[in-house]
């Protein structure tokens, strides 16, 4: 529910949008703690990102190994943004 509540329009890549809701309808516990960990972490912001990144890339390929989960350093920004 807290992810389809977002606004995303032009703001993000559209297949990032759609990976983020396949893996909150599947994960939704998982996507809650990758999202919650990186943005409150104390670490430096780019390192998060990696993280998050790494995260959601290996999250996704749970759902489909052959693809790319289209989330970069924008779409983690995006993400960051909302949260605040």
């Known amino acids: ?21 396949q893996l909150a309808d599947k994960y939704p516990e ?6 919650n960990d990186r943005f409150a972490g104390e670490n430096n912001l780019g390192d998060r990102i990696k993280v998050f990144r790494s995260e959601i890339d290996a999250l996704y390929k749970t759902l489909d190994p052959k693809q790319q989960s289209h989330h970069d350093e924008r779409t983690a920004a995006t993400y960051l943004a909302f949260k605040a």
């Open 30 to 35: 998982e996507v809650k703690k990758i999202l």
């Open 1 to 21: 529910a807290m992810v389809k509540k977002i606004p995303f329009k032009n703001l993000v890549y559209k297949f990032a949008i759609g990976v983020l809701y």
